[in-house]
Antibody
Framework: QLQLQESGPGLVKPSETLSLTCVVS??????????WGWIRQPPGKGLEWIGT???????HYNPSLRSRVTISVDTSKNQFSLLLTSVTAADTALYYC???????????WGQGTLVTVSS | DIQMTQSPSSVSASVGDRVTITCRAS??????LAWYQQKPGKAPKLLIY???SLQSGVPSRFSGSGSGTDFTLTISGLQPEDFATYYC?????????FGGGTKVEIK
């Protein structure tokens, strides 16, 4: 059964870089049949797609975050990562990783990790 | 970006009720729509993809319909475990976008 697990610092200072990793188990990230993505959810609010990556490294990003986001993949470790630069309080959210079907629905999701931006 | 508008934002219902949630896209998305269920403190769970295809393991009381710009999620015979927030997501065009969510509460 495929499982995804996010990890990274729970607290990031304003203007610094948020860095998260998603480890995939129970399946291979370079199977070529799926993409891999990041989604976030501010506390008490809705879902926002951040971006998606293929095992080859090709990416799609949300234009609202594109200037600050980098998603990368490490097939040797079966994981993919998110970098978000110049964070502000508005980036405080629960960050989820998920497997992305080639037609762009998301299943399954990781359990999520809360990142708070505060000094 | 394609805007996804869900209604209502919340609904109160009783066990056994039939509940219908609507999702409207700001432009046509064919049948490229997914529905998710999110319970408090949990990650979203895929229920339906391509507007009406039931994800494996999801109870048959959940159904989806629609195409173009108007879609519905129906829960036929609400169960206690169905009280949650439901989101639609368009999968037609980048950037992928979600509806604002519909909270199904106990009456």
């Amino acid at each position: 059964q495929l499982q995804l697990q996010e990890s990274g610092p729970g607290l990031v200072k304003p203007s610094e870089t948020l860095s998260l990793t998603c480890v995939v188990s129970g399946g291979s990230i370079n199977s070529g049949t799926h993409y891999w993505g990041w989604i976030r959810q501010p506390p008490g609010k809705g879902l926002e797609w951040i971006g998606t990556i293929y095992y080859s490294g090709s990416t799609h990003y949300n234009p609202s975050l594109r200037s600050r986001v980098t998603i990368s993949v490490d097939t040797s470790k079966n994981q993919f990562s998110l970098l978000l630069t110049s964070v502000t309080a508005a980036d405080t959210a629960l960050y989820y990783c998920a497997r992305v079907d080639r037609y762009q629905w998301l299943d399954p999701w990781g359990q999520g990790t809360l990142v708070t931006v505060s000094s | 970006d394609i805007q996804m508008t869900q209604s209502p934002s919340s609904v109160s219902a009783s066990v056994g009720d039939r509940v219908t949630i609507t999702c409207r896209a700001s432009q046509g998305i064919f049948d490229w729509l997914a529905w998710y269920q999110q319970k408090p403190g949990k990650a979203p769970k895929l229920l339906i993809y391509t507007a009406s295809s039931l994800q494996s393991g999801v109870p048959s009381r959940f159904s989806g319909s629609g195409s173009g710009t108007d879609f519905t999620l129906t829960i036929s015979g609400l169960q206690p475990e169905d009280f949650a927030t439901y989101y639609c997501q368009q999968t037609n065009t980048f950037p992928l976008t979600f509806g604002g969510g519909t909270k199904v509460e106990i009456k």
